[in-house]
C-alpha cells in the first residue's frame, strides 16, 4: 500500500471502504468519531504491510533482533505521530474536508494511552520510534494494562484516582493475535524426575493463566522501519465452573477469571499490603514469560537451533521490573529444549542486558523470599541455583573471602533483590547519564563495579525531537525550517547551526512570539480547565513531572510561600510577576507525594482568594498529566524546573524537552543537567544547590536541618505558615518532616539549598524583565545544543556498545 504515492484521493478510497464496511453507510453522511477509526485503521493497515516487509527483509539477511522488556511504554497518541511519521499530514487533512472533519478534531477524539506513569515508560515509547527510524529491527513488550495507571482527578486538594479508559477510542490501533497467545504458569508444586536423559522437571497442580498478544505498530519518520509493540493481556485458561454457575454462586463461579484477568487491569497497582506485593510479582513474571516465550519460539521456528540465539536476539531489560526474564530463559531453554545448566546460562548471558534508572536505594526492587518461593517455585529454584554459583565463583576470585561475596547475593534479610539478579545475570549494565554511572560505580554497585569492572557503561538518556518539537511547537518547526532546511529531522545535530543566529534580532524576536503563542494556547486550556486567568507577561516557571520527594516539588512550593509571605509584609521591591505551573501524578500508595500535591493545589486556591497576592504570582496544578498535556505545556515553559537534590535523579528527560523547546533551566547539577551544562554552558543555565559530593560529605557529618532553620529567619517563617494552615488545612506533618522527629527531618535537603534557590531565581527574573534580549539569546543556544540529547543517538549508542545490532539498508 505504500509503494505507490499516497494522495488525498487514495486516503478518501481507503477510508470509504472503512466505513462502507464497518458501518454499512454512506461514507459523507459518518460522523467525527467514525471517520476517526476508519482512518485510524488505514494508518493501522498501512504499517502492518510496511512491518511485513520489513520484517521479510530482517529475516531474508538472518538480522540480529532487538527485544525491549518495559513494564511501561507511554506512547502517546498514535494518530498524528504516525501521519507525521509517514509524512501525510497535509494529505489527511485534504482528504477529511470531504466528510467536514477537521483533523484536529479527530486528535481530540483519540485518548492517551494509559501504559505508561512517567519517564521510564516515555523512555521506552521514544526508544521504539527512534528505532523504527533508523531501520533497526525491534519489538518491544509489555502489558495491555485495561485501566491503565489511573486518571488522577483532584477532590478538595486530594488526588483521587479513577479508571482510565483509554481503550474506548485507541483499541482502534491494537491487533489481536490470539493464535500466538501462551500460558503462563504460577503456584504448584515442583516434581524433579531423573532419566536417561537427564533431569526432567514436572510442574504439579499450577494456575495456569492465558498470555494473549495484542500488536501496536510504531512508525519511523521518513523510514522503511516500523517498531512492534506487544502489549500481553491475561486471561483464565480454566473453562467456566457451569456447576457453581446454575447454582446461583455467580461471584465464585467468575472468581477465578477476575483474578487472571486482575493481572492485566491496572499498571503498578498500590503494594503498601500484602495481596498488592503479590499482584506486583505476577505481573512481572506474566510480562516476562509470555514474551520469553514468544522470543524463543519464534526464534526456534526460524532457526531449528539455539546454538545461534545470542548472536540473532538482543534482550534489554528496562528497570529492574523485567529482571525474572533471566530465570524464566533458563527454565525454557533447560526444562523445555533440554539444554544443560551450563549451556543455558552462557545464552542468557551473551544475550540479556540491563539499564538501571535509580540510585535510590529504597526504590531498588526485592520481594519477600517466601512469595516468590510459593507463587514462582521453579523459577525460586533457579534463581537459587545462580546465586549458590555466582558466590562461589566471586568467592574463588576473591581467594575464598565469602564475606566479600555475600555482599553481592541476590538474597539478603528474606528479600530477592532484584537488582543484583540482573546485573548477575546481563552481558552490559548502563546508567542513564554520566553522573548516575558514576555514582552507580562509586556507591549503588560498589562491588559489582570492582568485581567486573568492563561491564558497566554509560548511555545517556534521549528524547524523540520529532515528537517534541516538530509535532509539539509547530510554529518552532517552522521557523527552524524556515533558517535550517529540515535535514534535522533525521539529523538533530544540524539544530547546532542555528548559533549563527545568535545576534540576528529577526530570529530572537520570532523566537520570542512563538513562545508568548505557546503560553496564550497553554493560558487558554487553563482558563477552560481551572477556571483561572494567567498573566501572559508573567514568567511561565514550570515543574511537570512525576510526584516524588527527590524531585523537591516541595522547594518549590517553599519559595511560593517564601513570595507569599513577603507580599503580605509589603516587602514587593524583588517581586516579578511568575506563573507557576505544576503537573503530576503521585503514586496511590505514596501519602507524602499526596499531601505535596494537597500543598500546592492549597496554595493555588489561597492565591486565587487574595486578588493582591494574585498581581504578583499565581500557582495552577494541571491534574492528570499525560503525553498529550506535556505536549501543550512544554513548548510554554520559559524556566524549567530541574531541582531534585544532587546524585538522586537518574538521568531526567523533562530537562530535555523544555530545553529542545527553548525553555531555560533552573536545577541542580543532577542527572542529565550536567551534560545538558556541558553542552550548553553555564552561562546559558541557571545552576544553584550543592554538589552529589558535597551532599554525600554533609550526610557523612550529621545533616541537621534544625541548624538551617534556627539560622534562617525565611525558613523559620514558612514553617510557621505551613503550622497554621492554608484554607483551614494544616500542613503540620509537612513540618515535621522537614524538622524531623523521629526521624531525620529534610531527607532531600530543602533547607540546605534553599537560599542558593531562592538567589539563583532571582538572577533569572532579573534577566527575563531586564534584558529580553539576553533571554531569547540563551533560550536560542539551548535549542541551539539539544541536538545531541536525540533518543537517535541514544539508540544508535545502544546498538553499537551493548546490542551489537545493526540497522536494515533497504533500497
Given at each position: 500500500m505504500l509503494e505507490s504515492k499516497i494522495d488525498s484521493k487514495l486516503i478518501n478510497s481507503l477510508i470509504d471502504e472503512e466505513i462502507s464496511r464497518y458501518w454499512n453507510i454512506e461514507p459523507s453522511s459518518a460522523n467525527s468519531n467514525q471517520v476517526y477509526r476508519a482512518l485510524c485503521v488505514v494508518l493501522r493497515d498501512m504499517l502492518l504491510s510496511k512491518r511485513n516487509n520489513f520484517v521479510n527483509k530482517v529475516n531474508k539477511n538472518d538480522q540480529k533482533q532487538v527485544y525491549y522488556m518495559c513494564m511501561e511504554f507511554l506512547v502517546g497518541k498514535s494518530l498524528r505521530n504516525n501521519l507525521f511519521n509517514l509524512k501525510i499530514e497535509n494529505e489527511t487533512q485534504e482528504a477529511l474536508k470531504k466528510y467536514n472533519v477537521d483533523l484536529n478534531e479527530l486528535y481530540f477524539i483519540e485518548k492517551d494511552p494509559g501504559l505508561g506513569n512517567g519517564g521510564l515508560?516515555?523512555?521506552?515509547?521514544?526508544?521504539?520510534?527512534?528505532?523504527?527510524?533508523?531501520?533497526?529491527?525491534?519489538?518491544?513488550?509489555?502489558?495491555?494494562?485495561?485501566?491503565?495507571?489511573?486518571?488522577?482527578?483532584?477532590?478538595?486538594?486530594?488526588?483521587?484516582?479513577?479508571?482510565?479508559?483509554?481503550?474506548?477510542?485507541?483499541?482502534?490501533?491494537?491487533?489481536?493475535?490470539?493464535?500466538?497467545?501462551?500460558?503462563?504458569?504460577?503456584?504448584?508444586?515442583?516434581?524433579?524426575?531423573?532419566?536417561?536423559?537427564?533431569?526432567?522437571?514436572?510442574?504439579?497442580?499450577?494456575?495456569?493463566?492465558?498470555?494473549?498478544?495484542?500488536?501496536?505498530?510504531?512508525?519511523?519518520?521518513?523510514?522503511?522501519?516500523?517498531?512492534?509493540?506487544?502489549?500481553?493481556?491475561?486471561?483464565?485458561?480454566?473453562?467456566?465452573?457451569?456447576?457453581?454457575?446454575?447454582?446461583?454462586?455467580?461471584?465464585?463461579?467468575?472468581?477465578?477469571?477476575?483474578?487472571?484477568?486482575?493481572?492485566?487491569?491496572?499498571?503498578?497497582?498500590?503494594?503498601?499490603?500484602?495481596?498488592?506485593?503479590?499482584?506486583?510479582?505476577?505481573?512481572?513474571?506474566?510480562?516476562?514469560?509470555?514474551?520469553?516465550?514468544?522470543?524463543?519460539?519464534?526464534?526456534?521456528?526460524?532457526?531449528?537451533?539455539?546454538?545461534?540465539?545470542?548472536?540473532?536476539?538482543?534482550?534489554?531489560?528496562?528497570?529492574?521490573?523485567?529482571?525474572?526474564?533471566?530465570p524464566e530463559l533458563m527454565r525454557i531453554f533447560m526444562d523445555e529444549y533440554n539444554c544443560s545448566w551450563e549451556r543455558s546460562w552462557k545464552i542468557v548471558k551473551d544475550t540479556v542486558s540491563y539499564t538501571n534508572h535509580t540510585v535510590l536505594t529504597e526504590a531498588l526492587e526485592t520481594f519477600d523470599v517466601n512469595i516468590v518461593k510459593t507463587k514462582l517455585p521453579r523459577i525460586f529454584m533457579i534463581i537459587s541455583e545462580i546465586n549458590r554459583r555466582f558466590l562461589e565463583e566471586a568467592s574463588v576470585k576473591y581467594n575464598g573471602d565469602w564475606n566479600k561475596a555475600i555482599q553481592m547475593s541476590i538474597f539478603a534479610y528474606d528479600r530477592l533483590n532484584m537488582a543484583n539478579l540482573c546485573i548477575i545475570g546481563s552481558h552490559t549494565v548502563n546508567g542513564v547519564a554520566q553522573l548516575h554511572t558514576d555514582i552507580l560505580k562509586r556507591t549503588v554497585f560498589k562491588n559489582f563495579y570492582e568485581y567486573t569492572p568492563n561491564k558497566f557503561i554509560n548511555v545517556t538518556n534521549g528524547i524523540t525531537h520529532r515528537r517534541w518539537l516538530n509535532q509539539a511547537n509547530p510554529d518552532l518547526k517552522m521557523l527552524l525550517d524556515d533558517l535550517l532546511g529540515k535535514d534535522y529531522c533525521i539529523n538533530p545535530e544540524k539544530l547546532s547551526d542555528l548559533k549563527k543566529y545568535i545576534n540576528d534580532d529577526y530570529v530572537l524576536n520570532s523566537l520570542n512570539e512563538i513562545k508568548y503563542k505557546n503560553k496564550k494556547k497553554l493560558a487558554d486550556y487553563i482558563l477552560k480547565n481551572n477556571h483561572n486567568v494567567l498573566d501572559l507577561d508573567s514568567i511561565f516557571d514550570i515543574q511537570a513531572k512525576r510526584l516524588h520527594e527527590y524531585k523537591r516539588q516541595l522547594l518549590n512550593a517553599m519559595r511560593i510561600i517564601s513570595l507569599i509571605i513577603d507580599i503580605n509584609e509589603g516587602n514587593t521591591d524583588h517581586i516579578v510577576p511568575e506563573t507557576f505551573i505544576f503537573a503530576a501524578k503521585a503514586a496511590p500508595g505514596y501519602f507524602r507525594a499526596?499531601?505535596?500535591?494537597?500543598?500546592?493545589?492549597?496554595?493555588?486556591?489561597?492565591?486565587?482568594?487574595?486578588?493582591?497576592?494574585?498581581?504578583?504570582?499565581?500557582?495552577?496544578?494541571?491534574?492528570?498529566?499525560s503525553v498529550s498535556l506535556a505536549e501543550l505545556i512544554i513548548p510554554a515553559g520559559e524556566l524549567s524546573e530541574q531541582i531534585s537534590l544532587a546524585g538522586k535523579e537518574a538521568s531526567g528527560t523533562g530537562n530535555m524537552k523544555f530545553m529542545l523547546n527553548g525553555a531555560l533551566t533552573i536545577g541542580t547539577y543532577d542527572g542529565a543537567n550536567v551534560e545538558i551544562i556541558s553542552n550548553v554552558g553555564e552561562d546559558n543555565f541557571f545552576l544553584f544547590g550543592l554538589r552529589d559530593y558535597e551532599v554525600e560529605n554533609l550526610w557523612r557529618q550529621g545533616y541537621s536541618s534544625i541548624s538551617y532553620f534556627q539560622k534562617n529567619i525565611k525558613l523559620r517563617k514558612i514553617i510557621d505558615f505551613l503550622n497554621k494552615g492554608i484554607g483551614g488545612k494544616s500542613f503540620e506533618s509537612l513540618c515535621k518532616y522537614l524538622l524531623g522527629s523521629n526521624q531525620v527531618g529534610d531527607p532531600y535537603m530543602c533547607f540546605a539549598d534553599f537560599d542558593n534557590y531562592i538567589d539563583v531565581h532571582s538572577m533569572a527574573s532579573h534577566l527575563y524583565f531586564n534584558d529580553k534580549r539576553k533571554w531569547n539569546q540563551m533560550s536560542l543556544m539551548n535549542i541551539a545544543c539539544s541536538g545531541i540529547f536525540s533518543s537517535d543517538r541514544t539508540i544508535k549508542e545502544y546498538a553499537d556498545n551493548i546490542w551489537n545490532l545493526k540497522n536494515i539498508n533497504i533500497d
Open positions: 515508560g516515555r523512555l521506552a515509547a521514544c526508544f521504539m520510534d527512534s528505532l523504527a527510524t533508523q531501520n533497526y529491527p525491534a519489538t518491544g513488550y509489555s502489558i495491555k494494562y485495561e485501566f491503565g495507571l489511573f486518571k488522577q482527578k483532584i477532590i478538595d486538594g486530594w488526588q483521587t484516582e479513577l479508571p482510565d479508559d483509554w481503550l474506548t477510542t485507541s483499541d482502534v490501533w491494537l491487533v489481536p493475535k490470539t493464535e500466538e497467545r501462551v500460558v503462563v504458569k504460577f503456584d504448584g508444586k515442583i516434581r524433579e524426575e531423573w532419566t536417561n536423559d537427564g533431569l526432567k522437571i514436572h510442574y504439579d497442580f499450577p494456575t495456569e493463566i492465558e498470555a494473549i498478544p495484542y500488536d501496536m505498530f510504531i512508525s519511523g519518520y521518513d523510514s522503511k522501519g516500523v517498531s512492534l509493540l506487544r502489549l500481553w493481556e491475561s486471561r483464565s485458561l480454566n473453562s467456566l465452573d457451569m456447576n457453581l454457575f446454575s447454582q446461583g454462586d455467580y461471584i465464585k463461579a467468575l472468581s477465578e477469571d477476575s483474578m487472571a484477568e486482575a493481572i492485566s487491569k491496572v499498571l503498578y497497582p498500590a503494594d503498601n499490603h500484602y495481596e498488592g506485593k503479590i499482584l506486583r510479582l505476577k505481573q512481572q513474571y506474566f510480562l516476562v514469560s509470555a514474551s520469553a516465550q514468544d522470543i524463543v519460539r519464534k526464534h526456534f521456528k526460524i532457526y531449528k537451533t539455539l546454538d545461534n540465539f545470542s548472536n540473532k536476539a538482543a534482550i534489554h531489560i528496562n528497570d529492574t521490573h523485567p529482571a525474572l526474564i533471566i499526596k499531601e505535596i500535591i494537597q500543598l500546592i493545589y492549597a496554595l493555588s486556591d489561597y492565591i486565587n482568594k487574595n486578588t493582591f497576592i494574585k498581581k504578583f504570582i499565581n500557582v495552577i496544578f494541571l491534574e492528570n498529566y
